[in-house]
C-alpha cells in the first residue's frame, strides 16, 4: 500500500522508481502518470494501491511456450502506471487516461465481456477471479496511464491483464486463501495461473472460460512478474520453469522499433495467431492417434529424441484436424529449428560472444519468415535495416502479423542508431511515419508495488 501524499509528490515518485530499477532516462514521464492516475481515483481514504506493470521483449522463442518449449525474454522499461482505491461494493471502474475511456463491471462469474477493446482484459480477470474465488466479490476504482505501445507486439494487453489482477488480488487478499495457495506456489506458478485467463484454460481446479480468445502460453506473463532487471531470462513452460539468468553487458542496450502495424490480439490477428498454435495442437493429435503414451505439448515428443521425430513425421503424412502434411511438416521444423537456434544463442551471449549471439539471432529471423510465416513486409524490412545501420543484433519478436524489432547495439551509440534506423525505416515505408515509434531500454525489473 502507498499513501496518496507520495503519489502527489513527484521527486518520492522519481526516488521509489529509481530505487526499483529504473534509471533516469527509463522513468521519463513516470511520475506525472502516476500523480495524474492518483488525481482520477484519489479519495479522502489514507491509502491507495500503485503498481509499475511493465511490457516484454521476447529475444527468442518465436510461437514456442504454448509448445512447451523455451523462450529468452526480458522485461522492458515501460509500462503501466496504476493507482487504484477499493470500493464498498462489487463494482470494478477502470480509466482509461491515454484513451479518455472508462468502463464499469460487477464481479460476476457469468460477466458478458465485449471484444476487440482494451476493455476486453480488465473484465476477462474481472469475470476469472470471481468464477475462481467466491469471495472476491470487492471491487476497485482503478486508473492507469501507458507509456508503452498498444498493439506493438510488448504484451501491452498481457501487461493490463496483470496490472488489474495486481489491484484486484491484492484488495480481496485472494493470494492469502487456501485455495490460491493450494494451486499458486511461487512467481512461476502465478504467470501460469494469468496465462489461463487469457487463453481460457483451467488450472488445476480453477475453472477455466473463454480468455480474451487467443490460445498462447504464459511466455508473456513470466516475463512481466519473473523478470530481473539486467538480466535475461530463459524458460521452459508447460510447467513453467527458470532455467537460467543471462547478465546483459553493461555497454549494451536494446533499441526497439514499432512497425506502426497493429496487432492486436483481440483483432484481425487473432485468427492468424491461432492458426499457428492449432497446428502446434494438431501435430500432438496426430501422435496421440498412433501412440497409447499420452502426451500434451509437442515438446514432450520431440524431447524423445530423433527416432520420435520421425515417427511424428509419419503420422502427420495424411494430415491433422484440418491442416495438410505440408502445413504441419513446416510447423514442426519451425520448432524444431528455433528451440536449437535458441539454446545456441543463449550460450553465446552467456561468454558474451554477440557476434555469435547475431548470428544465430540472424538465423531465426529468418525461420519465422520462411517457416512460421508470421512477418509483415515492415517487420521484415525494420529487422533488414537494424542490421545495416549497425545493430549487433535484431529480430522481429511477440505473436507476429505487425509489431515491433528489438536491436541490441552499443549503449554509447543508442541515440545516433536509433536516429539512422527510424530515418531508413520511414524512408521505405512513409506511410508509418506517424504510427511507429523507436525507444531504447535496458533490461527491466518485474512489475512492483509502488511502496511509500
Known amino acids: 500500500m502507498t499513501d496518496w501524499k507520495t503519489l502527489a509528490d513527484l521527486r518520492r515518485l522519481e526516488a521509489l522508481l529509481r530505487r526499483a530499477g529504473l534509471d533516469a532516462a527509463a522513468i521519463g514521464d513516470k511520475p506525472q502518470r502516476f500523480a495524474r492516475a492518483a488525481e482520477t481515483v484519489g479519495t479522502s481514504d489514507a491509502s491507495a494501491l500503485a503498481f509499475f506493470v511493465p511490457g516484454r521483449i521476447e529475444v527468442l522463442g518465436k510461437h514456442t511456450d504454448y509448445c512447451g518449449g523455451h523462450s529468452l525474454v526480458t522485461a522492458v522499461e515501460r509500462g503501466f502506471c496504476i493507482v487504484a482505491c477499493p470500493r464498498q461494493d462489487d463494482l470494478v471502474r477502470v480509466f482509461a487516461q491515454d484513451e479518455d475511456e472508462e468502463i464499469t463491471f460487477c464481479l460476476d462469474p457469468n460477466l458478458d465481456v465485449p471484444v476487440g477493446t482494451w476493455t476486453n482484459y480488465p473484465m476477462t480477470v474481472g469475470r476469472r477471479l470471481a468464477r475462481n474465488f467466491p469471495d ?22 498481457s501487461a493490463l491483464l496483470i496490472a488489474t489482477y495486481l489491484v484486484l488480488a491484492t484488495i480481496n487478499k485472494l493470494e492469502q486463501t487456501e485455495r490460491f495457495r493450494a494451486h499458486v506456489v511461487d512467481e512461476l506458478t502465478r504467470a501460469e495461473y494469468l496465462g489461463t485467463h487469457e487463453n481460457g484454460q483451467s488450472f488445476g481446479d480453477l475453472a477455466g472460460d473463454r480468455g480474451v480468445g487467443t490460445f498462447g502460453g504464459s511466455e508473456d506473463h513470466t516475463a512481466i512478474l519473473c523478470s530481473t532487471a539486467d538480466h535475461l531470462g530463459l524458460y521452459s513452460y508447460c510447467p513453467t520453469r527458470a532455467i537460467r539468468q543471462i547478465r546483459l553487458p553493461n555497454d549494451l542496450v536494446f533499441v526497439v522499433g514499432s512497425s506502426g502495424v497493429v496487432a ?17 495442437r494438431a501435430l500432438v493429435s496426430a501422435w496421440q492417434k498412433q501412440d497409447p503414451e499420452p502426451v500434451v505439448y509437442l515438446a514432450d515428443i520431440t524431447s524423445k529424441g530423433p527416432p520420435a521425430v520421425d515417427r511424428l513425421r509419419t503420422a502427420i503424412a495424411a494430415g491433422s484436424d484440418g491442416f495438410d502434411a505440408q502445413e504441419l511438416s513446416v510447423r514442426l521444423d519451425h520448432f524444431l529449428a528455433e528451440e536449437e537456434l535458441l539454446t545456441q544463442a543463449a550460450d553465446a551471449l552467456a561468454v558474451q560472444d554477440v557476434r555469435s549471439f547475431g548470428q544465430h539471432v540472424d538465423r531465426s529471423q529468418e525461420l519465422t519468415d520462411t517457416l512460421l510465416g508470421n512477418q509483415v513486409p515492415e517487420t521484415r524490412d525494420l529487422a533488414r535495416l537494424a542490421r545495416e545501420q549497425g545493430a549487433l543484433a535484431a529480430s522481429a519478436f511477440g505473436a507476429g502479423f505487425g509489431g515491433s524489432v528489438w536491436s541490441l547495439v552499443p549503449r554509447t551509440e543508442a541515440a545516433q542508431f536509433t536516429q539512422r534506423w527510424s530515418a531508413a525505416y520511414v524512408a521505405q515505408y512513409p506511410v508509418r511515419e506517424s504510427t511507429c515509434g523507436f525507444f531504447a531500454t535496458g533490461a527491466g525489473p518485474c512489475a512492483f508495488p509502488i511502496l511509500s
Not at 471491487?139 to 510488448?154: E, K, N, Q, T, Y
Open 136 to 157: 472476491c466479490r470487492t471491487g476497485a476504482d482503478i486508473a492507469f496511464s501507458s507509456d508503452l505501445p498498444v498493439a506493438a507486439g510488448m504484451s501491452s494487453s
Open 264 to 280: 492486436h490480439k483481440t483483432g484481425a490477428a487473432q485468427e492468424l495467431y491461432n492458426r499457428a498454435s492449432l497446428r502446434s
